[in-house]
């Protein structure tokens, strides 16, 4: 890993901007703890450039978060709808500052600062991870240059947050298929059975599967349906299993969490299944 840049003493930023991409790109190549490369990235760009403040803020539940920095104290929270960064947060594009006491909302973090950029970071989703904020204590010290030189660093640390996200994606995709395998095949099980029972226990089944999520099938009002007993019996120790791993997960929204266990509530207490003579609902033959 390079230990120092190598730049051109020049003026012209956007020469600057093309050698240390590279060379940060390297720096930060094969270390996976994202603050420390922030940390270094932020480092490079000071040493470049001599900019007065150089930071990331990072998206934390309702506010950005401050984290690697270069410069002098910051503030430590903002929320989305205020200062420059939440401007930039909330718009989703880079926002040029030249003097950021004439800026609506402006964060006095610092009273040397005079102009700044920020410019959005966003993740695999599309969605802003995090913020890069850029300091001067010049007035209008800012143009394009540095948007689309800046940009480039953005573009790495987007890299570096795809990785990271990436492992953790791919362990929970392969467990959530693994146990969707498993769903299938006990509902294609049950599905044989209950044609051999009676067509309408199989259709029954049939919209449970197709609609490939048994929360819909909660949603239904099978109370009033007068489902063969036997075929009723087997898919309610089916179902049973199935509500029972679908609360073990962890990713799923509150309110389907909640309908899951309404569903799981009515076939504990033998709601869900009719006796074929009245339609009343009947608790007999059951068994946990």
């Not at 270390?31 to 480092?43: H, P």
């Not at 900019?51 to 270069?70: D, T």
């Not at 509500?243 to 799981?264: E, H, K, N």
């Not at 009515?266 to 003579?277: E, I, S, T």
Request: proline share 2%; with cysteine.
């Amino acid at each position: 890993m390079a230990e120092s840049l190598a730049f051109s003493k020049t003026l012209d930023r956007q020469k600057i901007y093309d050698e240390i991409a590279p060379q940060i790109e390297a720096l930060v190549s094969g270390e996976t703890d994202l603050v420390a490369n922030l940390a270094n990235i932020t480092a490079a760009l000071r040493e470049a450039f001599g900019f007065f403040w150089v930071g990331f803020y990072i998206k934390k539940e309702n506010q950005l978060v401050l984290s690697a920095f270069q410069g002098s104290i910051a503030c430590t929270r903002i929320d989305f709808d205020k200062g420059v960064c939440g401007h930039c947060y909330a718009t989703k594009q880079t926002v040029i500052v030249p003097n950021v006491d004439e800026f609506p909302g402006h964060i006095v973090c610092s009273s040397a600062s005079k102009s700044e950029i920020v410019l959005p970071i966003f993740d695999k989703s599309g969605e802003v991870f995090a913020v890069l904020d850029v300091d001067s204590d010049k007035l209008n010290d800012f143009s394009r240059t540095d948007a689309s030189g800046l940009r480039k660093i953005v573009q790495i640390v987007e890299k570096l947050i795809a990785e990271i996200e990436a492992p953790k994606n791919a362990d929970f995709c392969s467990e959530n298929n693994g146990e969707r395998r498993r769903t299938d095949n006990e509902l294609r099980r049950v599905l044989g059975f209950l044609r051999r029972r009676t067509r309408r226990a199989f259709d029954a089944a049939s919209a449970f599967c197709r609609h490939d999520a048994w929360i819909d099938f909660a949603c239904l009002d099978y109370s009033q349906r007068k489902l063969h007993l036997p075929a009723a019996l087997f898919c309610r120790r089916l179902c049973l299993r199935v509500v029972r791993a679908f609360l073990c997960r962890t990713q799923q929204t509150r309110d389907l969490q909640i309908s899951a266990l309404v569903f799981y509530q009515r076939l504990q207490n033998g709601f869900l299944y009719a006796d074929g003579q009245n339609g009343r609902r009947s608790q007999a033959g059951f068994r946990k």
